[in-house]
């Protein structure tokens, strides 16, 4: 069950009941493609940054070790020992991102794995099946995303299946969830709202979409070409078309000035690599801007990467500790940058549902975006 408890403007301040406990929102999602997060992170470590989500994917798990074989092991939350929420991507973006590897029909995709190049096929019933073996909290549905600069006619019809495979998954989902052996029989699922930039196919499709009464809303296909300022836009027209009263999910976006954005259009929740990606490569957030440790500057450093952060890495160690351990390609300087991003995501969303609660998100968000803005000295 989903409950708004404030809103200022089209910010929503809510939370989601599931049956894996509740999920404050806003919230930002810790991305575990393979049930693990990039960087040495455990479970643990999780649980100590103050992480709601863990993301993991249906396409990867498939691939390996299988869901049959997570199934066997209780469900994705036993295999990895995680308590709290997980939502499972429905496979969708691999028929982006792996375009190379795969063919589209109405019935579903064939991929070759990028594993081993075996032939696989993921439809809207595959996608719920290997989904309900995981037993996640929240399932996504099943969807194409096209690229954001696709033709006009290739993303009309590339929607129009998107919206056949959504029924066919909804109804997939209900079949399961009756099964005695399903593991979740509670699991909810999120349709994708799609469309690239074109704005009329994105209304059309979130009327559409919103008639089928699910239990949470995404806007997919951003953040994959188009400016931010195209995706600003795109949700200003979209999200209304959304139902208010069922979270709403903006997927794999983005950096902290697109999660401020995003919030203040109406969007629950976020997931995204970059603090993942960006610290295991020693790109670090922090209050005035992002930073690169592998600087000569730092070498010397003896601060934190923040001061006044609570992270395990800057609770102990200097920046010019850290930035040695990568440079000798050390694991436990990755894993200490990708604590830190993390931490710093998920703090953010902390102080973005207090200035919500407390009916001051707009200033907060631009007091955060002015401090982003003026790197330190």
Known sequence: MYRILKTEGRAKRGQLTTVHGVIQTPVFMNVGTVAAIK??????DLEGI?????????????????????????????????????LTDSGGFQVFSLAGLRKIREEGV?????????????????????QSNLA????????????????RAYVQASVERTT??????????????????TI?????????????????????????????????????????????????HILDEVVPYLPAD????????????????????????????????????????????????????Y???DRPIEEDCGCPACRRYSRGYIRHLLKAKEMLGMRLCVLHNLYFYNTLMSEIRDALDQSRFAAYKKEKLDRMANPEE
């Not at 996640?136 to 033709?151: G, L, N, R």
């Not at 997939?172 to 005695?180: A, F, G, I, P, V």
């Not at 469309?195 to 559409?208: F, L, M, N, P, V």
């Open 246 to 297: 069922k979270p709403t999910y903006l997927m794999g976006v983005g950096t902290p000035a697109n999660i401020l954005e995003g919030v203040e259009r109406g969007v629950d929740f976020f997931d995204c690599v970059y603090p993942s990606r960006n610290g295991r490569h020693g790109h670090l957030y922090t209050n005035h801007g992002k930073i690169n440790l592998f600087n000569a500057r």
């Open 299 to 301: 070498e010397l450093d």
């Open 50 to 86: 103050g992480t709601q989500v863990e993301l993991s994917n249906t396409y990867h798990l498939h691939v390996r070790p299988g869901d049959q074989i997570v199934k066997q092991m209780g469900g994705l939350h036993k295999f990895m020992s995680w308590n709290k929420p997980i």
């Open 164 to 181: 056949r495979w959504l029924e066919r998954c909804k109804k997939e989902m209900q079949r399961l969830n009756s099964q005695e052996d």
């Open 39 to 44: 960087g040495a992170v455990s479970t643990e």
């Open 184 to 232: 979740n029989k509670n699991q909810l699922l999120f349709g994708i709202n799609q469309g690239a930039i074109y704005e009329d196919i994105r209304i059309e499709h979130a009327k559409r979409i919103r008639e089928l009464e699910l239990d949470g809303y995404a806007v997919g296909g951003l953040a994959v070409g188009e400016s931010h300022e195209e995706m600003y």
């Open 136 to 151: 996640s909290t929240i399932a996504m549905a099943f969807d194409e995303c096209a690229p954001s600069k696709a033709d």
């Open 110 to 130: 064939y991929f070759n794995s990028h594993i081993d190049g075996r032939r696989i096929f993921m439809g809207p019933e595959e996608s719920m099946q290997i």
